[in-house]
């Protein structure tokens, strides 16, 4: 199978239908034997952080908000050990709790990592600007420290880089280095969410970063890709932890039909390459049901079915191919390559290569601007004719100013 | 260079419609180039922009954000987020979970503050960020310049919510008022809730919740029962409950229509009672 034929559906179809118990170890189904006892850690499913020499159980705390500091008690109850945080969430006080509610515990008792934003990076592109400096970053370490009450943090991550020019922008690797040396940081990483694959190549490539928290989930358009990545960077030793594993835990922008958030995460941490994944965590419902997954990984077959329900509902990125649509089409658009251009786009963050494509397919302007309706049927639902209004715009913009 | 302008001339072209929306949204300030984005988020890009952070403004109503830069020639830039929620109280909300006392605090909009490198302030139903990477009094100076600007165009509805005036103002600690839509102790079946913290005998936090009904209070009280121990729970009145709460400490809770009040880490019955009744008082 090459890596394009390696699509999201197929790794859904793979893992779900194919039945996911080839997919998780014998030792996690040892361990997914029926809960004995919510406090007995041994039936904890545990896995290494690459080569950092950090064990965590799959399932942590992403600390989302700075006013229950009761769950932060109630999750090491539970076993979780591994809270995240970041310099910038909610001008500091997310970290200003944890180093509150932390304080009088014993420090190699949890694993508290943070996020520090370069100054001069564009948060739109994740491009890191000239004024990045490695005093800068180093400074706001020193704050995020303090704010946590500890002299170190486990994991240091840069926060949002979304290229290969980020991860190796010399003066970050000067400060994760400077951090790691002077003990301010006993494991340096990169966050991202955009342009995954490319930056966990290029943290192998740095040789500096340990660690990658990458957003991996069962809608992302590429993840066959990420997975593909994740595989990589972990057989090169690199710490792999996952974030919106959830996919923003809903299926309308209106945030009123929830997703099966269990099924979602379960589905992500079937993936052995994954260490840990940081699903936010705002209430005790939450929590149970997130630490129940570190006991339990097996999808269930109602877990399966909400998973492909959802897939075929939201219809995700990828197009198929399977031309239902085209003989419908009274221009004869090529349709799935324009799909595809769209997936590029939203999917891959790639405009220049969707802009290329739409250039090689000769379309000017909006063709579907001339019908009053549109009488096209896509196996998938997918809105096609909003979709083409939407990139096709993409042809008229030089290509130096796509990226 | 002339093949450069025109294709900027292009693209300015194919983006001008959906621009010229935003850019009414950023004052044009004297002295200073404004650059609009054209890109507005929203709930399913929000991430782009703000990362992690996305998660919490979502759980305010957070319905669009439109973005700019404002440069001064002079090597200031200072960038502009404008984040549209739902209603006042909801942007109100998300601004109250970032702000401090300790800040220095402005005559702006709703209420907001300077930092380095930031000014922040929520007005109407408008959450505005503005803020620059470079120090000094002078990249200070032009962010108070800016937020003047907007202040004069976003400042009309200066008012708190509504909301926040059901919380007694005798010892309440300045700057303390938060409005959590969701989740309010880690609870999953708390409506949202307007908190504070009070510094009287000692200090403790009290919160005012508005039910969509009689009912629908019942019914949260009884959850809220029901996630303690029995043992743990005892009842003071008709409409009031003491519950010792093992994830969140001591908690006199209290009822009256559609409203479930309360003081949570107050060991003193009649401080507890005292200020219960000046939220009553305020409900009516």
Known sequence: ?403 | MKYKFLCIFALLSVLSGAVSGQADFFPRIDGWNRAVEEKVYDADNLWDLIDGAADLFLEYSFINLNFARYTDGGGVEVRAEIYKHKNKINAFGIYSQERDAAYKYLQIGGQGYIVQGAVNFFAGNYYIKLSTIQKGEKAQNALLTIAEEFNKKFGIDNDFPSELALLPSKAKIVYSEKYIPQNFLGYSFFKPVVTARYNAAAPFTLFVMEAGSAEDADKTLQELFNAVNKENLMQLSAERFLIKDSQNGLIEAAKSGKYIFGVIGCSDEAERRKYLTDVRLNLQ
């Open chain 1, 1 to 403: 199978m090459s890596g394009k034929e390696l699509n999201r559906r197929n790794f859904i179809k793979n893992t779900l239908l194919s039945g996911a118990g080839i997919l998780v170890s014998s030792s996690a189904l040892a361990n997914a034997l029926p809960d004995k006892s919510a406090k007995d850690d041994s039936l904890i499913i545990k896995r290494k952080l690459g080569k950092t020499g950090i064990v965590l159980p799959i399932v942590s705390f992403g600390v989302m908000r700075a006013d229950s500091p009761a769950l932060l008690k109630a999750a090491l109850e539970e076993g979780m050990v591994h809270f995240d945080t970041a310099h910038g969430y909610q001008n500091g006080k997310n970290e200003e709790m944890i180093g509150e509610v932390f304080k009088d515990i014993k420090r190699d008792s949890i694993v508290l990592s943070t996020k520090v934003q370069p100054e001069d990076s564009d948060r739109r592109t994740g491009k890191i600007g000239p004024g990045t400096t490695s005093k800068a970053f180093l400074e706001r370490l020193d704050i995020s420290l303090k704010r946590l009450k500890t002299d170190y943090v486990d994991i240091l991550y840069v926060h949002g880089l979304s290229d290969k020019e980020g991860v190796l922008f010399p003066a970050l690797l000067e400060a994760v280095e400077t951090a790691k040396k002077s003990g301010r940081a006993r494991s340096v990483g990169v966050s991202t969410h955009r342009n995954e694959p490319d930056v966990l190549r290029a943290a192998i490539e740095s040789r500096i970063f340990e660690v990658v928290l990458t957003s991996i989930n069962f809608k992302q358009g590429h993840l066959a890709e990420v997975k593909k990545a994740i595989a990589e960077a972990a057989k090169e030793g690199i710490g792999i932890i996952a974030m919106k594993t959830m996919a923003g835990g809903f299926q309308d922008k209106e945030r009123t039909i929830p997703i099966n958030c269990k099924a979602a995460l379960k589905f992500v941490m079937q993936d052995e390459n994954i260490t840990t994944s940081i699903p936010g965590i705002t209430n005790f419902d939450q929590l149970k049901m997130n630490a129940s997954v570190n006991r339990d990984l097996i999808l269930t077959d109602k877990e399966k079915a909400d998973l492909v329900l959802l897939d075929n509902k939201t219809g995700g990125l990828y197009c198929q191919g399977c031309h239902t649509c085209t003989p419908n089409c009274s221009k004869g658009l090529p349709i799935p390559d324009l799909m595809r251009a769209y997936m590029y786009t939203y999917g891959y963050n790639d405009a220049r290569q969707a802009g290329m494509l739409i250039n090689e397919l000769g379309i000017k302007g909006n063709p579907c601007r001339e019908c009053n309706e549109c009488n096209v049927t896509c196996a998938k639902n997918f809105p096609v004719a909003d979709r083409i209004a939407d990139v096709i715009r993409l042809a008229a913009v030089p290509s130096e100013f796509l990226s």
